[in-house]
């Protein structure tokens, strides 16, 4: 896939925090915004609560993917683009 839209929804996130982050991956690279993309080609929703495990590791992606914790809508292989950066950032930031 060259270019991807992936968008996720945190429905009950704070009020002072965006609902939605739009994450634009493009050869190899992404870029992240605050609200939604007109254009998504995936959607992802979730709880502000979820989100915030999985980025600290407590919760797992399959552990939601299990528990119907997750809802995605569009092309599914939009998210293995961005879970791939996602990885990439995550060793770089942690190494």
Do not use: C, Y
Not at 43 to 53: E, K, N, P
Request: no cysteine.
């Amino acid at each position: 896939m060259q270019s991807a839209h992936v968008v996720l929804e945190l429905d009950d996130g704070p009020n002072d925090k965006p609902h939605a982050m739009t994450f634009e991956i493009k050869d190899g690279l992404a870029s992240v915004a605050s609200g939604d993309h007109f254009m998504a080609d995936t959607i992802i929703r979730l709880s502000f609560a979820d989100a915030q495990a999985l980025v600290e590791g407590t919760l797992t992606s399959a552990d939601v993917l299990r528990e119907g914790r997750i809802k995605v809508r569009g092309d599914v292989h939009a998210i293995v683009s961005l879970a791939s950066w996602l990885a990439a950032l995550r060793e770089i930031t942690t190494s």
